[in-house]
């Protein structure tokens, strides 16, 4: 089992920069596949972006390419998210949350752990 705490959020105007991080509890965060999610008032859950294991393999929500970075420090236990060029309609709880496959889903379901949640506000 592990546990997920982010931090990181806050208010930022648009075209500004925020970086969220995730840490983990236990022995076993290199077994995980990471992700991140978001969700708005009245939205559903959204992927935005997921980790492979090692490191080496990201995937993002169409949203956010090319302005999000997903990292991951296996030493720390930590997960990151670098949030670059942020719109209005990037407010939302960010989630992070751990999978034990082996795959980078982007389906909540996959999921296995949830973190808290931090909330990101984008002021126009």
């Known amino acids: 089992q592990v546990q997920l705490v982010e931090s990181g959020g806050g208010l930022v105007q648009a075209g500004g920069s925020l970086r969220l991080s995730c840490a983990a509890s236990g022995r076993t965060f290199s077994r995980y596949v990471m992700g991140w999610f978001r969700q708005a008032p009245g939205k559903e859950r959204e992927f935005v972006a997921g980790?492979?294991?090692?490191?080496?393999?990201?995937l993002y929500g169409d949203s956010v390419k090319g302005r999000f970075t997903v990292s991951r420090d296996n030493a720390k236990n930590t997960v990151s998210l670098q949030m670059n060029s942020l719109k209005p309609e990037d407010t939302a709880i960010y989630f992070c949350?751990?999978?034990?496959?082996?795959?980078?889903?982007?389906?909540?379901?996959?999921?296995?752990?949830w973190g808290q949640g931090t909330q990101v506000t984008v002021s126009s």
């Open positions: 980790i492979s294991r090692s490191g080496d393999g990201t």
């Open positions: 949350a751990a999978d034990r496959g082996s795959v980078v889903f982007t389906t909540v379901a996959r999921y296995d752990y």
